[in-house]
């Protein structure tokens, strides 16, 4: 198993909302909702657009061009047009790190 990745600090990302980072040449958006820290992949199954730049409520990413909705702890879609489910990755914590496991 890979040693875990720092992908930014808990005090750049929003109480609810979502930032872009780069892992391991890989795009993941880094999201948080309801004081907890998600990692999903960052492109839209639907069509090639950045997650993080949509809106994040209750647990859930929405995919700002055509309104997809995406479970942050699964990365399953709960809205339509997508019907494909975007890779999820485990997150730690450690203090104001935010790491990500990008391989197991
Ligand atoms: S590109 Fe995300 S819903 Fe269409």
New binding site residues.
Partial sequence: MTAPLKACALSELPEEGALRVELDGKPVCIARSGGTVYAIGDI??????S?SEGDVEDGHIE??????MFDLATGAPTGL??TKPVPTYAVTVEGDSVLVQMES
């Fill in positions: 839209c199954s639907h069509a090639d657009v997650l995919c700002w061009l055509h309104g997809s047009p997508a």
